[in-house]
């Protein structure tokens, strides 16, 4: 059946979502993390956590690393009315500092993010997702690679993208 | 609140947009690169610079490399009127010949580009550009072994993906 020009905003919509879920854990944003899941929200990785529970998580997890990246390329996406099923492949890379354990390197997951989106209120947003781990791998970050100097990014609202950001 | 159709087509132009930037750094298509930005539009990367003075910077900096290429994941866009933000996650891998620093290898950069966009006469493209390298990596390139019998990508307008405009 042909899409509807309603399907492809409200697909746009949900996919926004997901990449606005990658900058708020790179760039460490609670309150941009907290934007894309209904208060209800159920996150399983493990085992079900609230948003509360989750936002905790996560700060205490993406403290133990020097950078992360979460870098989304399939969205699949299946509207059912004010419902939608979506499936995200997301290669993050983590930045493991040298130490006692090793040197420095990069531990790298592909995973995929698996929603249950829910339209309330004149949004979408996740009410409940799955986290799914497809493989996972430690690359070694070799010494002395050629540093192309420092760029002034940041994982916090210091980064230079949020000076940029217009307001609305 | 809703998006609209129209934010919708704004924010499918201006994605386009760095797919072209993409095609254009890996191809050397400087009149391609050109194409993405309003000629008064400036850049930041390793310091500012012009419209005319990043394009001089791209030819100077891409013949070191055997090969690029960037690749695009996660663009954040959102759009204001006739002004927009953006921010596009690339992982741009750049080919080193082998040389008197080691053997054949690839440059990994993963950055961010940073975008503001606006929309003159019904035309979006790049207003300023901010590069942010969040991280960078050296991998070797290994032995592969015989190339696979398929056509290899060029860096000029006899790449194969020219013949098919």
């Known amino acids: 059946m042909q899409k509807s020009i309603d399907d492809v905003v409200a697909e746009a919509a949900i996919k926004d979502v997901h990449i606005r ?6 760039r460490r944003d609670e ?3 907290r934007s894309c899941f209904h208060a209800d929200a159920v996150v399983e990785l493990h085992e079900e956590l609230s948003v509360d529970g989750f936002i905790e998580l996560g700060r205490a997890v993406l403290s133990m690393y020097t950078q992360t990246w979460h870098n989304t390329g399939n969205q699949l996406v299946e509207l059912e009315g004010d419902a939608a099923w979506a499936e995200h492949y997301t290669i993050s890379t983590h930045r493991i500092a040298a130490s006692a354990d090793g040197p420095e390197r990069d531990f790298v997951v592909s995973g995929r ?12 947003k996740i009410a409940r997702r799955k986290m799914i781990v ?34 609305k | 609140m809703k998006k609209t159709l129209d934010e919708v087509l704004a924010e499918a132009a201006i994605r386009d947009i760095q797919m072209r930037y993409c095609r254009a750094c890996d191809r050397m298509d400087f009149e391609l690169l050109r194409s993405c930005f ?24 891409l013949p070191n490399f055997v090969k690029t290429t960037h690749n695009t994941g996660n663009q954040n ?8 933000w953006a921010e596009h996650y690339t992982v741009a891998t750049h080919r080193l010949a082998a040389d008197d620093k080691g053997p054949e290898r690839d440059f990994i950069t993963s950055v961010r580009y940073v975008d503001r966009l606006e929309c003159r006469d019904g035309d979006w493209r790049i207003a300023k550009r901010v590069l ?3 991280w960078t ?29």
């Open chain 1, 21 to 26: 879920y990658c900058r708020a854990n790179d």
């Open chain 1, 31 to 33: 309150e941009l993390m």
């Open chain 1, 113 to 124: 993010y698996v929603d249950r989106m829910e339209w309330r209120d004149g949004e979408w």
């Open chain 1, 134 to 167: 497809d493989l996972s791998r430690t690359d070694p970050v070799p010494p002395g690679e050629p540093g192309m100097g420092g760029s002034g990014g940041s994982r916090d609202r210091s980064d230079p993208s949020y000076a940029m950001r217009l307001s």
């Open chain 2, 38 to 61: 309003h000629p008064d539009a400036t850049t930041e990367y390793f310091g500012t610079a012009d419209l005319d003075g990043f394009i001089e910077m791209g030819r100077q900096a």
């Open chain 2, 77 to 84: 866009v959102e759009v204001n009127g006739d002004t927009a």
């Open chain 2, 132 to 134: 942010i390298l969040d």
């Open chain 2, 137 to 165: 990596r050296v991998d070797p390139v290994g032995d592969i072994g015989d190339e696979p019998a398929v056509q290899t990508g060029r860096r000029d307008k006899s790449d194969a993906s020219y013949s098919l405009l």
